[in-house]
């Protein structure tokens, strides 16, 4: 899946609760690959910007 259609998906599905369930508190039990957290955590910039 590429990258833009993976940002859209997660979007459309909700971001803010996949972000929080997946990297409550960024201690992660499980080693995701790397583009998981960097997905994961540039979801969470765009939710800081849109919740202003």
Known sequence: MPLQKAKD?????????ISQNIAPDQKLKVK???V????INE??????????
């Not at 998906?9 to 609760?17: C, L, P, Y």
């Not at 979801?43 to 202003?52: N, R």
């Open 32 to 34: 995701l690959p790397k």
């Open 9 to 17: 998906f997660a979007i459309e599905t909700g971001a803010k609760s």
């Open 43 to 52: 979801l969470q910039e765009l939710l800081k910007k849109a919740e202003g």
């Open 36 to 39: 998981y957290i960097d997905l």
